[in-house]
């Protein structure tokens, strides 16, 4: 993907400031698991952040960042930039005023909104704050873990994924989603189900967010959509599944299967449009 020009002023880069530090200690198929399920959460997640995972305690030492992850804070400022023009508009067509998520970028720990955020859990987005944590040490985690190739477009992808759950917050799908659960009324399988179309639905709003944004700034070259797609699959619930526990169980999902993400990005890529984006009636019925 070729750079653009804007920078947004919305990012909170932690790393590099010592004190709260802490590495998770054991790491393994516990923490990939948890990471997975992190990664692509939809609605709140502080029931799974304060699930009582140890932390060593170990703290980090203040240090200056490198030029390389300097370079990495731009980036990430200038897709989070791209997501508030792009949603800027696509609400304002809709008579309706975006307002922006903040981004805090961290390493090891950081406390959020939505309880204490540990490294190796993978970005995510807290409703309650209306912020994007990203981990990036999740990036190398995602290439050495679940084999997908991880390219600039790539983590652009999963955070315009992220920025898909604060448009759902925006619309307030995400309350909607939130009653649903603490109604009581439904099963475990009928909320993995509704989890499902809200993870396929962020999807989805990654997938229009790269269209629209691409009309702008022409800033797709050609295998980034493949590296999207890749990375999507890479983190499909059959994909990690099979990787954690050799086996597949559908009724198991939260997420949606490596098709299924594919599928629902590229509806959003190639149809452009926010109305064709009802996962809730397309699987729900
Ligand atoms: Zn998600």
């Known amino acids: 993907m070729k750079w653009t020009n804007d920078r947004s002023g919305n990012v909170d880069d932690r790393r590099g400031a010592g004190g ?22 939809g609605g709140d997640p502080s029931a799974i952040l304060s699930s009582g995972m140890s932390n060593s305690g170990a703290q980090t030492e203040q240090r200056n960042l490198t030029p390389n992850e300097i370079k990495v804070r731009e980036f990430v400022q200038m897709i989070t930039a791209e997501n508030e023009q792009t949603w800027a508009k696509i609400f304002r067509e809709n008579g309706m ?12 720990v950081t406390q959020s909104g939505c309880g204490t955020a540990q490294a ?14 990203m981990d990036m040490s999740f990036f190398k985690e995602l290439e050495q873990r ?24 925006l619309l307030g799908t995400t309350q909607k989603v939130d009653q ?21 639905q962020a999807d989805f709003y990654a ?11 022409k800033f797709l ?13 890479a983190v499909g619930d059959d994909n990690i599944q099979k990787r954690s526990q050799g086996y597949v169980n559908q009724e198991g999902f939260t997420h949606g299967s ?28």
């Open 120 to 133: 190796a859990m993978g970005p995510f987005y807290c409703p309650a704050d209306q912020t994007v944590y």
């Open 20 to 41: 709260g530090g802490g590495m998770l200690v054991g790491g393994g198929l516990g923490t990939l698991i948890i990471a997975a399920i992190i990664f692509f959460l």
């Open 146 to 169: 679940f084999g997908a190739k991880v390219t600039e477009f790539s983590i652009a992808y999963v955070m315009a994924h992220e920025m898909g759950h604060h448009v759902q917050t």
């Open 258 to 285: 490596s098709a299924q993400r594919k599928e629902w990005f590229m509806k959003g890529y190639n149809t452009g449009d926010i109305r064709q984006g009802d996962t809730f009636n397309a699987l729900l019925k």
């Open 180 to 200: 649903l659960r603490r109604s009581g009324k439904y099963s475990e399988k009928e909320m993995n189900r509704v989890s499902v179309a809200t993870e396929l």
């Open 207 to 217: 997938g229009l967010w790269a269209k629209q944004t691409d009309n702008r700034e």
């Open 221 to 233: 070259e050609p295998g980034d959509i493949e590296s999207a797609i890749s990375a999507a699959e």
């Open 97 to 108: 005023q975006y307002r922006p998520a903040k981004v805090v970028m961290f390493e090891a």
